[in-house]
């Protein structure tokens, strides 16, 4: 049998970590889930995911691109590499976070995150965005 590639959602939405549960469980992934930073960043070292599905915006202001820069400033490789998507609503309010190429919402060269998805999620995006960064990102170094 195949692998089951282990992806992390961290948000402190608990329907939105259920809805995701949901879409990515049903396409083949296994879903570990966060409600905060400080509980993603131990489930980051707990579980080791392929994949980190990461909200900007949690009870403590811009907690995740706190984790986000904790975990590229962290002397093991796995941490430093390990593919990061943002999911935000910032984006929609300011478009000032990312640009994009194509269909394709790509991080700026100051933000190390392999991808943004805006909120309200696209379920279908979502899954494309998913399988693309697990695809590249892991493959490059």
Same mark, same amino acid.
């Given at each position: 049998?195949?692998?089951?590639?282990?992806?992390?959602?961290?948000?402190?939405?608990?329907?939105? /970590?259920?809805?995701?549960?949901?879409?990515? @469980?049903?396409? *083949?992934?296994?879903?570990? =889930?966060?409600? #905060?930073?400080?509980? +993603?960043?131990?489930?980051?070292?707990?579980?080791?995911?392929?994949?980190?599905?990461?909200?900007?915006?949690?009870?403590?202001?811009?907690?995740?691109?706190?984790?986000?820069?904790?975990?590229?400033?962290?002397?093991?490789?796995?941490?430093?590499?390990?593919? /990061?998507?943002?999911?935000?609503?910032?984006? @929609?309010?300011? *478009?000032?976070?990312?640009? =994009?190429?194509? #269909?394709?919402?790509? +991080?700026?060269?100051?933000?190390?995150?392999?991808?943004?998805?805006?909120?309200?999620?696209?379920?279908?995006?979502?899954?494309?965005?998913?399988?693309?960064?697990?695809?590249?990102?892991?493959?490059?170094?």
């Amino acid at each position: 049998m195949a692998k089951r590639e282990k992806i992390l959602v961290v948000d402190d939405d608990a329907d939105l /970590v259920e809805t995701l549960r949901l879409v990515l @469980e049903s396409n *083949g992934y296994s879903v570990v =889930a966060a409600y #905060d930073a400080e509980s +993603g960043q131990r489930q980051i070292e707990a579980e080791r995911p392929d994949l980190v599905l990461l909200d900007v915006m949690m009870p403590d202001a811009t907690q995740g691109f706190n984790l986000l820069w904790r975990l590229r400033q962290h002397p093991e490789h796995y941490f430093r590499e390990v593919p /990061v998507i943002m999911i935000t609503a910032i984006q @929609e309010r300011t *478009g000032l976070l990312f640009h =994009a190429e194509g #269909d394709h919402l790509k +991080g700026g060269d100051s933000l190390p995150a392999q991808a943004f998805l805006d909120k309200p999620l696209d379920p279908n995006l979502l899954l494309q965005t998913v399988q693309e960064v697990l695809t590249t990102a892991w493959r490059k170094g």
